[in-house]
């Protein structure tokens, strides 16, 4: 039970990250580098803390003002680029990330930053989740939400019809990077270590994963890949050193068979259960 308890409490944390992401890929911001950004929370606030003497009550939340400051000010910087130009510079984010961040002994260097206090509260994990989802359900579900879809179908048509896109995809940006970042700040204080492989480009792959094969195009979507991938090893065994090669023909599968996702296939299904009525 209390390996259950660890596997789920994980997926919980990373779910949280995997929600900013729908909302950037909502916005047409093809971000494959988002851990970076998780990695800014737990740097940030394990820094705060172990440095600074703050509380985690302070310093995660200071974590998360980091992140979004930081994702704010890159999507400033990129406002020229969009779809997979943008994500190769996101990709390119993460190997400078992680080359710098080994470089700092002040953070620990290659080693990582060790000593994080902890914070394994579950009810204040699934608390963050719970408010992470009710903001990002109620924002897809607003009119900023239809704004939202509108410029990541197409940004050009958007701004015609009055959308404000600059604004628009740097406060989105920036909203996706602070949940990133509570991600990784609780990740940090869960485990009492941050790293300079937390940033890197295989755990943006996953939290990219997360999102394709949940579904990209509904709020549970991040929620339910990032429970379903997390758990599945588990139930089929699956070799460590397989995984991406699985995921990898997993992504590729739905983006064939299902390119909603397994939210789109549960919402297909209702719509075929008598006396259902699914709304979009």
């Not at 944390?13 to 047409?28: K, T």
């Not at 939400?145 to 019809?161: S, Y």
């Not at 094969?213 to 509904?218: F, H, I, P, R, Y």
């Not at 983006?255 to 209702?270: D, E, F, H, R, T």
Request: hydrophobic content about 55%; proline content about 4%; some cysteine.
């Amino acid at each position: 039970m209390e390996f259950w308890s660890t596997i789920l409490l994980s997926a919980t944390i990373a779910s949280i990250a995997a929600m900013g992401l729908f909302l950037q890929i909502r916005n047409g911001q093809m971000n494959v580098g988002m851990a970076v950004f998780v990695g800014i929370g737990g740097y940030v606030s394990g820094l705060l803390s172990t440095k600074g003497g703050l509380p985690p009550g302070l310093s995660i939340p200071l974590a998360v003002l980091a992140g979004f400051l930081a994702g704010a000010l890159y999507a400033a910087l990129t406002l020229r680029l969009h779809h997979w130009f943008f994500a190769v510079t996101t990709l390119s984010l993460t190997i400078a990330a992680v080359a710098t961040v080994s470089q700092i002994g002040y953070v620990g260097g290659a080693l990582g930053m060790t000593e994080i206090p902890f914070v394994t509260s579950a009810p204040a994990i699934l608390a963050a989740a719970l408010g992470t989802f009710a903001v990002a359900w109620g924002l897809d579900r607003s009119d900023v939400g239809l704004r939202i879809r509108a410029m990541g179908d197409d940004q050009v048509l958007a701004e015609t019809f009055g959308v404000r896109v600059k604004r628009l995809r740097i406060a989105i940006f920036g909203l996706g990077s602070a949940m990133a970042a509570l991600s990784g700040a609780l990740n940090a204080h869960r485990f009492g270590t941050a790293q300079p492989g937390d940033l890197g480009f295989q755990p943006s792959l996953l939290l990219f994963v997360y999102v394709i094969v949940g579904g990209k195009n509904s709020v549970w979507g991040p929620v339910l890949g990032t429970f379903f991938l997390f758990c599945a090893p588990e139930i089929i065994k699956i070799a460590p050193e397989a995984e991406l090669l699985v995921y990898g023909a997993l992504m590729l599968a739905v983006a064939v068979w299902m390119p909603n996702g397994i939210a789109g296939g549960i919402q297909a299904l209702l719509r075929l259960w008598p006396g259902w009525v699914v709304r979009r």
